[in-house]
């Protein structure tokens, strides 16, 4: 394990395991204070197998200096969190011995527990997973800017009055130096800097001479104020690739192409994240280069790409070739014939790489030019197809994931879509203990890559997944997942319909005059006073949106077009609601009025067994839907939660837009 920094923050996550994914993403929002070596981050899956792991836990609260509660519905449940973790974190910070940060994971009432008396985050106290963020990267950045500043306080330790803000002796933490012991000049290279040949020779050769000294100790350019001192230091810096690499003099012929352009940060940026791996394995263990954003200059990028891993699927071509062949493209003709040239005769020695993989590069490059403009249109997106591929019964179902690009109306107006070639399945079985929605979810996790490079040509993604009718409503798609930015609940829709990259939802557009004709009439809906009963949601003012909330709330139910398919529900019962599967109407059962959630299932199950014992099969369609109630700790039932969706569900259509999942009916 990689020693930490004794300056490091130490800090502490007190967390309810239901949260560990939510967990997990903070930390990566952290990892560029911690690789600055600003902080050490400790957790309990930490702990190692045969560890006394109470005694690990206590260990690292009481040394923590920053100690992050990490507050949601399971937090608040979980009796360690609360009456061992959060009871000793409030006590050292009642001592004066670290500071407590509670951050707000998802909605729960926390106002009247110990911790509400201090500065929570989000700014206001908002849930991290609410609509109260774009999506929760953002939310993720809002904590970390206060983090830091606690942590800019702490490393402060106003040793200049000899107090300690931990509690700590002062001599604990260090005060950082007033400068950097080195200094990465983070500017662009100037193209008018000449006359040091001299200079950059002699710096040169004293660094690469291999002696004691040259290896161990710093060396420093001295003179007077403004003869050249950091420019030449910057110079050496740039040009003077390390010269015991292999590559030294590809590299740098490489350079001197390179200083010549002249690209804006942000297209470089565009051109370096377009050129790492992409491949889902390779994504988790490549990181972004500390300080890339707007502070750098394309051989500082180069520097990064030479130890950038090879991609293990697809176009295996290292991946700074791949940013050369982009940069290519992106730069007037003389320059890109000459970087197309190193390609061709410098780097294809060098990296072992074949001429048939280059051609296969350009080859996929060209088809990303070519799509890159079909996805200007503001009708396009992508659509993601389950397609079965064994109905045999002797083994499990099986089925490919195939991915299309829909720019049109007409059905011609779709095709394959070659960037997506890294996240195909082929014959996946689908089992008992892999899930439809567990491999649903891995899928996502591998479309990142792909993902972005949509965002990088401002596409939009969307994700529509098409069932086989062998697996609609059956136990294999009782499962709870969740994507990047919102916890996406699912059920056994003919359907279903998931939307990721701040939640933009298409057009059914085959079935849009259909869909718009039935949600006339929906809303035409009234009750038996006369007061229109459908509210629109997207289209209220926060505070709107606030009062129709609450009145619903304070009523004894709200009406849902939902209804869960739970586990609990014996066999019979669960059969009649399968083939109720037809069409949608909506349906009152959810109770309101009850303040305890586990007595509103409860009662939920009451009115979902009478209304199902008093349908007949086909008298009453219904969709379903589910939710897991996350207030009900410990336990593997799903049940509907208390966020409650419409959603209009036929076999053979789509549901028209986002009004259909963000309204209410009040019956």
Known sequence: MTEEPKSAIKLFYSYAHEDERMRKKLEKHLASLQQQGLIASWHDRMIGAGTAWEQQIDEHINRAHIILLLISASFLASPYCTGIEMKRAMERHEANETRVIPVILRPVHWQDVPFAKLQVLPTDGKPIASSSWRNQDEAFANVVTDIRKVIEDLMAGHEDRGESVTGLPPSSLQAPPSHSPTWNVPYSRNPYFTGREAVLTHLHTTLAS???????????ISGLDGIGKTQAAMEQ?????????????????????????????????????????????????????????????????????????VPEKGIRVPPILNFVERLARYTRDPLAKQLRKWVEIDATQAWNVSTEDIAALRERLEEEDRQSAVLESPRQYVLITLETVNKSESKPTSFTVKAWLRYGKEEKDCEPLHWSEDIYFTNVPLEHDFSLFKLIDKLLNDIGAFNRRLRIVGAKLVVEFFLPDELLCSDLAIESWELDDDKIPLGCQHAVVIRSLERIKPQALKYRAFWEDKWKRACNLT?????????????????????????????????????????????????????????GTPIALWPRNLPDEQERVQEFQKRFSRFILNQKPLDLPVSMLKQRLEAMEKTEEYHLGSYLTLFWDDPNRLPPDDKLEETAIRM
């Open 527 to 583: 009750n038996s006073t006369g007061e229109k009963s459908v509210y629109y949601i997207s289209q209220l003012t926060e505070c709107d949106g606030n009062k129709i909330y609450s009145k619903l709330r304070r009523d004894d139910y709200v009406v849902c077009l939902c209804l869960m398919l739970a586990p609990s529900l014996i066999a019979n019962r669960r059969e009649m609601f399968r083939k109720m599967l037809k069409a």
């Open 237 to 309: 810096d740039l040009l003077d690739l390390d010269p015991i690499l292999q590559k030294h003099e590809q590299l740098k012929k490489l350079a001197s192409f390179i200083a010549e352009i002249d690209v804006s940060e942000a297209d470089l940026e565009m051109l370096y994240y377009s050129s790492i791996p992409d491949d889902p394995l390779a994504l988790g263990t490549w990181q972004y280069p500390k300080g890339i954003m707007h502070k750098t200059s394309p051989l500082q990028l180069l520097r990064k790409l030479t130890d950038a891993p």
């Open 210 to 220: 291999g002696t004691n000294a040259a290896l161990t100790q710093p060396q420093a």
